[in-house]
């Protein structure tokens, strides 16, 4: 992602508050987080307890965790992280939208509770692209590539390693 977009988006993290909530608790309670930075926009740490799946690099929101303080260095595990920051900032980024038309619309309360739930929705969506990559070839493994999110995530990092995409955001 272009760094001047980055900027543009930053003002959604609010919106992504509840995910940034299961984030720290998550990063605090299951992976003993130690180390925290803040890189490009984006809260990183390194855990001492493996994180679920055993991955070198999760992002949960716009707070990335990172199995050592080497994967955290790496760029292309870093712009393949922040390409999940940016998916889940376009699900805020779509509530937003909703919201506002919904109160415009004269739906206030529904307007609030959109632009609240764009984030976790992601993560949803997330959930179900795995899901669904399970049943179609039955190991996890290919599950997780298989999942919509990863193939964009992996192609831009590949991109990003191939020298197409030097402005990837890391």
Not at 2 to 30: E, G, M, Q, S
Not at 71 to 99: K, T
Request: net charge neutral; aromatic share 16%.
């Amino acid at each position: 992602m272009n760094k001047h977009w980055r900027w543009v988006l930053t003002p959604l993290y609010p919106l992504l508050a509840l995910n940034v909530l299961v984030a720290l608790a998550y990063a605090k309670a299951w992976c003993k987080a130690r180390s925290w930075q803040w890189r490009s926009g984006v809260l990183t740490f390194v855990a001492t307890r493996a994180m679920i799946g055993n991955p070198g690099g999760q992002g949960w929101s716009w707070v990335v965790g990172y199995a050592s303080d080497e994967d955290r260095d790496s760029d292309d595990l870093r712009v393949h992280e922040n390409v999940h920051v940016w998916q889940e900032l376009m699900f805020a980024l779509l509530g937003l939208v909703a919201g506002v038309i919904a109160i415009a619309a004269g739906y206030a309360w529904l307007g609030v509770l959109a632009m609240f739930l764009g984030g976790p929705l992601f993560t949803l969506c997330y959930g179900l692209g795995f899901v669904a990559g399970f049943f179609r070839t039955g190991e996890f493994w290919l599950a997780y590539r298989a999942n919509p999110f990863e193939v964009h995530a992996y192609q831009v990092q590949d991109e990003y390693l191939n020298g197409g995409r030097p402005d990837a955001w890391k």
